[in-house]
């Protein structure tokens, strides 16, 4: 089973205003237009970055004709895919950001699907008002996980809520979908099993990641097109949980992809 890789960004305080309308160059027009509408520097900041992950990722791979860019189009409830250039192996991506991290994945593979999300845990003061706020999205068995101490409840409903999301981001949807209809089964540190509407995702040929940040827990979900046999049922069933390290990308290789070390 092919496994997704995984960056991560983590974005300085600032950025001198120079620095960011060269690198805003690099997005398309409705992109740029995106990312200037945001109040906060650091909304704006996180948008430019998130757009321009593709382009990084497809430079450092030797995926990318120099001096060209990428041009992407966008599914039905509007995941990016890349258009252009046309790869083979096919390459689905997805991105996610929150505070101060970016978080890319990408995987090759005809028919792949990968989806990533990274949250800021909460402290012990929100939780009880965040586990109120997203409760219809739980299970009943996941509200019996986060009736827990507060300081274990936010990193259990980080876990839940990243491997939700990062499921409906691979397969297109969005929350759209319904997060209450994927189950995650918790226990000991360690997520036994995901399931959609009862099916277990092992079973059908899907894997997953988790890992944590300072302050942040990402997750990502994946199946690659091998894994999947004519009756859409998993050939490699039992994948689950997999170990990712992800790659860590500095703010200096990141914008020397497209404005050099100056």
């Known amino acids: ?39 906060h520097a650091s909304d704006r900041l996180r948008s430019l970055a998130a757009g321009l992950f593709a382009t990084h990722y497809l430079s450092t791979h030797a995926l990318l004709v120099p001096g060209t860019h990428p041009t992407l189009s966008r599914g039905p409830h509007g995941k990016p895919h890349l258009s252009t250039p046309a790869l083979e192996p096919p390459l689905d991506f997805n991105n996610t950001h929150e505070g101060r991290y ?50 274990l409840a936010c990193q259990a409903l980080t876990t839940l809520w990243t491997l939700k999301e990062a499921y409906t981001k691979a397969i297109g949807t969005g929350i759209s979908f319904g997060l209450s209809r994927i189950a995650v089964d918790l226990g000991d540190g360690r997520t036994r099993a995901v399931r959609v509407d009862g099916a277990e995702l092992r079973e059908l040929g899907w894997g997953w990641a988790t890992g944590r940040l300072e302050g942040a827990q990402w997750a990502v979900v994946w199946r690659d097109g091998d894994g999947q046999t004519s009756t859409g049922q998993g050939a490699g069933a039992g994948q689950g949980q997999r ?3 992800p790659a860590h990308v500095s703010w200096a290789q990141f914008t020397r992809t497209f404005i050099g070390s100056s």
């Open 102 to 151: 970016v978080v890319f994945a990408a995987l090759r593979g005809r028919g792949g699907m990968v989806g990533v999300d990274v949250m800021v845990v909460p402290s012990t003061d929100e939780i009880d008002a965040l586990k109120e706020s997203l409760d219809a999205q739980f299970t009943a068995d996941e509200r019996a996980a986060l009736a827990v101490p507060s300081a």
């Open 1 to 39: 089973m092919a496994e997704p890789e995984v960056f991560v960004l983590e974005l300085p305080d600032e950025v001198d205003e120079d620095t960011f309308d060269r690198l805003l160059f690099y997005l398309p027009d409705a992109a740029q237009a995106r990312a200037r509408r945001y109040h």
């Open 243 to 245: 170990e990712i390290v």
